[in-house]
């Protein structure tokens, strides 16, 4: 095992090491003092939200036991290991995603509470671009290292027996592989940045749609890209310490919510939203699809807009906005037994999802791909009588008509961009988001959810 880490982070730091019969892995061990520091964090946490609360007359502690909760777990590694296992037997389950998305299994016998053990990735990350896109020098018909899992190269163990007692420091115990990089350091893994996002936001919709089951932490510290034999990215998720389990009867309605916020079906928009205990809808709408949602009465921004009264200073201005917004979220959170927890972390999944598809230059219509996730999920649902698909199956066809169209308004931004004039549909949907903000008198702060 390695003396110094290779990763080290909030709760943890991953060690490389190698076990006798010469299997590499990752352990991830947790630091001694990171109970105490977390409940200290979640006090503040608690005390701060309290003081909101009372303060703004916001009702923002009804979330307080739930996100304590989730959190707590994160230092939980047995909870880990167990969303983990699951997340692996869901993937290889799924034929669309066998093979294109892969879990490192862990090892239980070398796990516990506090500290982890699972196989060791050797793969690109996502912030990567160049090594993404470079050219593959790799060979035809070759994958990189360690793809599906396969055994890294053998190791020559005398030899690292006999460093090892020469040198019982040593720090050269693990081979770099840094060969398909080329001699000069310009080669990659030769992959699109589309073909990476469709698996990603594949993997992360079937997870919310399908399964209900939500990894919550899917930035790209988290996701390691390989490439596999046939020229297509093979995309490794690590970190399950933030799950989200949603409810059978959640997950559906979460589902037909997507699939009716983009056939604009207002009437099912205001059935989910009421059962949810949410009385602004339209804002709740928009804040799903991280844009405005224009398919609605409009009756929130029209309050807004009815506030810039021009004989009004600015700071009166201001101050009403201020108000109105406050309004907005209790209407959003108005029900405080009827709202749905889990929403607080499938936002910030999707919105994590969202700022990778940028980064990459927006190659995918996420919110399309999305919403015919959704669909198809209402279909397919095999716990559904045939009734029921059925009708949802007519509806899904209905709805590929709809999706064209918002296809045209993709590939209307694509030629925008390749012309040089704007960016891509996530830049100009969060460009349109934060002036559609301002007006509410909000500037959205996101980078808070990096990290
Ligand atoms: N199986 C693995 N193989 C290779 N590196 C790993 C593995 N697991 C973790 N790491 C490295 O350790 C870092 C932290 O691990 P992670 O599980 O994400 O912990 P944290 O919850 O602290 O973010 C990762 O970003 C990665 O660099
Ligand atoms: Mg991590």
């Known amino acids: 095992m390695e003396r110094t880490a290779r990763a080290s982070a909030s709760v943890a730091q991953v060690h490389w090491a190698r076990l006798s019969d010469g299997r590499e892995v990752a352990i991830k061990i947790q630091k001694p003092e990171i109970e105490k520091?977390?409940?200290?964090?979640?006090?503040?946490?608690?005390?701060?939200?309290?003081?909101?609360?009372?303060?703004?007359d916001l009702p923002l502690y009804a979330m307080v036991p739930f996100i304590t909760e989730r959190l707590q777990l994160e230092t939980d590694f047995?909870?880990?290991?167990?969303?983990?296992?699951?997340?692996?037997?869901?993937?290889?389950?799924?034929?669309?995603?066998?093979?294109?998305?892969?879990?490192?299994?862990?090892?239980?016998e070398l796990s516990s509470k506090r500290v982890l053990t699972t196989e060791w990735i050797e793969g690109v990350r996502l912030w990567d671009k160049d090594a993404l896109t470079g050219p593959w020098i790799g060979g035809y018909g070759?994958?990189?290292?360690?793809?599906?899992?396969?055994?890294?190269?053998?190791?020559?163990?005398?030899?690292?027996?006999?460093?090892l007692r020469e040198n019982p420091n040593s720090q050269s115990l693990k081979p770099e592989?840094?060969?398909?990089?080329?001699?000069?350091?310009?080669?990659?893994?030769?992959?699109?940045?589309?073909?990476?996002?469709?698996?990603?936001?594949?993997?992360?919709?079937?997870?919310i749609f399908k399964w209900g089951v939500v990894h919550c932490d899917p930035h790209p510290g988290n996701i390691f890209i390989r490439r596999l034999p046939n020229g297509y990215p093979e995309l490794v998720l690590i970190d399950h310490g933030l799950y989200v389990y949603m409810s059978e009867k959640f997950r559906r309605e979460y589902g037909e919510f997507w699939k009716s916020l983009m056939t604009?079906?207002?009437?099912?928009?205001?059935?989910?939203?009421?059962?949810?205990?949410?009385?602004?809808?339209d804002l709740f709408a928009s804040a799903t699809l991280l844009r405005p949602y224009e398919g609605g009465s409009g009756e929130f921004k029209n309050q807004m807009l009815s506030q810039l009264d021009a004989k009004k200073t600015a700071s009166e201005r201001h101050y009403e906005m201020q108000k109105r917004m406050k309004q907005g979220v209790r209407d959003v959170l108005a029900d405080e037994d009827k709202w749905p927890k889990e929403l607080i972390?499938?936002?910030?999944?999707?919105?994590i999802v969202q700022g990778n598809n940028q980064y990459l230059g927006s190659p995918v219509n996420r919110v399309k791909m999305m919403g015919e996730w959704a669909s198809r999920s209402l279909f397919e649902d095999p716990?559904?009588?045939?009734?029921e698909r059925a009708g949802h199956m007519y509806r899904h066809m209905l709805f590929k008509g709809v999706l064209f169209l918002s296809d045209v308004?993709?590939?209307?931004?694509?030629?925008?961009?390749?012309?040089?004039?704007?960016?891509?549909?996530?830049?100009?949907?969060?460009?349109?988001?934060?002036?559609?903000?301002?007006?509410?008198?909000?500037?959205?702060?996101?980078?808070?959810?990096?990290?």
Not at 37 to 53: E, P
């Open 37 to 56: 520091q977390i409940w200290w964090d979640l006090f503040a946490f608690k005390t701060v939200t309290k003081v909101y609360t009372w303060w703004f």
């Open 142 to 163: 070759k994958g990189s290292a360690g793809v599906h899992g396969a055994q890294l190269n053998p190791p020559d163990m005398n030899s690292i027996r006999r460093e």
């Open 383 to 387: 716990n559904r009588s045939w009734r």
């Open 264 to 281: 604009f079906d207002n009437k099912r928009i205001a059935e989910i939203t009421a059962e949810w205990g949410i009385k602004a809808a």
């Open 345 to 351: 972390f499938i936002g910030r999944n999707m919105r």
């Open 177 to 207: 592989r840094m060969e398909w990089k080329g001699p000069r350091g310009k080669g990659g893994l030769g992959l699109s940045t589309r073909d990476v996002m469709t698996t990603m936001v594949d993997l992360f919709s079937a997870q």
């Open 78 to 108: 047995e909870n880990e290991a167990k969303n983990s296992e699951r997340m692996r037997d869901l993937i290889n389950n799924e034929p669309g995603l066998r093979g294109r998305v892969y879990v490192p299994p862990v090892y239980p």
């Open 409 to 451: 308004a993709f590939y209307f931004f694509k030629m925008r961009q390749w012309l040089g004039r704007g960016g891509g549909m996530e830049d100009e949907v969060e460009a349109r988001m934060r002036t559609v903000a301002k007006e509410f008198g909000v500037e959205l702060q996101h980078d808070v959810f990096e990290g």
